[in-house]
């Protein structure tokens, strides 16, 4: 890993260096949080957290060929070289920054609301038609997710598209200090972590602290209420996709192809147009008018970055769908749409709308959604108004803050079947005889609800 010698590493993270003198000079292969992954010559960093204190596993890292590892304490007869720190966290995240500036890279970074995991999957999909590109994985997304997904970037690499989760003031400071993008995305913003955000307006403060740390670019959702209000910032100007007249990527002949996903034409204007105003037209192999949005925010990227029409066009209907974000599944019996990673007021909203083009029953399976603060019984009624309104058959509420989705739904629409269970474990030993073959079943719900246990029910059945 360049310039990562553990002299480099020792300062950096502002720690003390025990060990052979002979060693400081030579760089480590890998750095890892995780002991069952270290590799030959690499670096582990044990993290205490609340169950296990990984400063047990230092031996067993150690003979595993480890070349180095951090450490909160002194190491009693240690015969191996260590760099004693203050704090595991802070220097993963110090390490991070100075790597991500040896390697000299672009870096786009993506936050907001709702959204982020699939505009990061686009964009991504988008840049690799001209560049070796790095993308985060999974949900490594924050502070000690983003500094685990900038060490797996090599030499070769020529992009990085990085996803910014945050649920309080300051982390995206933090954050976009380690990554310091070129170009900053932001899709929206929503009615998430409000518990610590208090409403929209301090959402909005909390996702452009980004801006703080931001080289170049900075691109927007036009047609968020609140992210048009933006007009510059340290004299960037900002970069706007959507439908309003103020965005230099826009749409036009939206429509649905149900549950294959969507199809429009993409226009390019302005400066970013290379003899004029672009049209292209383009299948989303991702169902939802959110995909659409998604795919604005992607030709912009490639635009910024050089990319021609039918390149954009490429990395768009190339891409591939992630699990538990809006994945459909077909089995013999049912098709099944995996969104069960994560769920909040308007990422529900949206998928229920994408359910409607479902074929046979189409059925919603619905969970409790977290961090929604004071109004979280008022942001499930809210759902539970929008089910109503939505033109499906069955909507399965689990858990006791769904259950205000589901009384809001019968109230809107008595002809709606609605089923209320109290948890999980009661959604699954009552779940065959609410299926039935032909279903189209919207699985959704905030991570901590486990519904990825009920997609994994409905594939055995």
């Known amino acids: 890993m360049k310039n990562l010698t553990l002299e480099n590493i020792t300062k950096v993270c502002g720690g003390t260096y025990h060990g052979p003198q002979e060693k400081l000079q030579e760089e480590v292969t890998a ?17 205490v957290g609340e169950r296990v204190d990984a400063h047990r596993f230092i031996p067993q890292v150690m003979e595993a060929g480890a070349l180095a590892t951090l450490s909160e304490r002194v190491l009693e007869g240690a015969d191996h070289p260590y760099i004693q720190v203050e704090s595991s966290l802070q220097a993963v995240k110090d390490i991070a920054e100075f790597y991500l500036e040896q390697l000299n890279i672009p870096v786009v970074g993506i936050t907001g609301s709702v959204g982020k995991t699939s505009t990061k999957e686009v964009i ?19 502070e000690l997710g983003l500094p685990l997904t900038v060490f797996r970037l090599r030499d070769e690499d020529e992009i990085a598209v990085l996803e910014m ?10 954050l976009a200090k380690i990554a310091k993008p070129d170009t900053c995305v932001i899709t929206n913003i929503g009615t998430c ?33 609140k992210l048009s209000t933006v007009k510059e910032y ?32 993409i226009c390019i204007k302005g400066e970013l147009a290379e003899g004029g105003e672009e049209c292209f037209h383009v299948n989303i192999p991702m169902p939802g008018r959110h995909m659409v949005s998604n795919a604005l925010a992607a030709a912009a990227i490639g635009r910024l970055y050089g990319l021609t029409a039918k390149e954009i066009k490429q990395g768009i209907e190339s891409l591939e769908p992630v699990s538990g974000r ?3 599944i077909e089995t013999e019996k049912f098709m099944i749409v995996d969104d069960c990673y994560n769920a909040n007021p308007m990422s529900m909203k949206a998928s229920l709308d ?44 689990v858990g006791p803050l769904a259950a205000h989705i589901a009384e809001k739904a019968i109230k809107t629409n008595p002809d709606l079947t609605v089923i209320r269970e109290k948890d999980l474990e009661s959604l699954l030993s009552n779940l065959n005889t609410y299926v039935k073959q032909g279903d189209t079943i919207l699985v959704k719900a905030s991570h901590f609800m486990k519904f990825e246990n009920v997609v994994k029910a409905l594939q055995e059945m």
Do not use: W
Request: charge should be negative.
């Open 326 to 328: 809006f994945n459909m």
């Open 234 to 265: 340290n004299g960037i100007r900002p970069v706007f996709f959507g439908t309003g007249d103020n965005c230099a990527v826009t749409c036009e002949n939206v429509e649905s192809r149900g549950l294959k996903g969507m199809s429009c034409d």
């Open 124 to 142: 991504a999909s988008v840049l690799k038609e001209k560049y070796r590109t790095l993308k985060t994985q999974g949900n490594f997304n924050n």
């Open 31 to 47: 750095i890892t949080t995780d002991s069952r992954k270290v590799e030959k010559g690499g670096l582990f960093v044990p993290v």
């Open 354 to 397: 994408v359910l409607q083009d479902g074929l046979g029953r189409r059925v919603a399976i619905l969970g409790d959604m977290g961090e929604l603060g004071a109004d979280e019984v008022a942001l499930h009624e809210g759902v539970g108004v929008h089910a109503g309104h939505c033109k499906i058959d069955v909507c399965i509420c």
């Open 193 to 225: 972590h409000l518990e610590n955000l208090g409403d929209r307006d301090g959402v909005l403060k909390a996702k452009t602290e980004i801006f703080r740390y931001v080289k170049k670019n900075i691109v927007l959702n036009g047609d968020d209420d």
């Open 165 to 174: 989760g945050i649920s309080d003031f300051g982390e995206m400071t933090r």
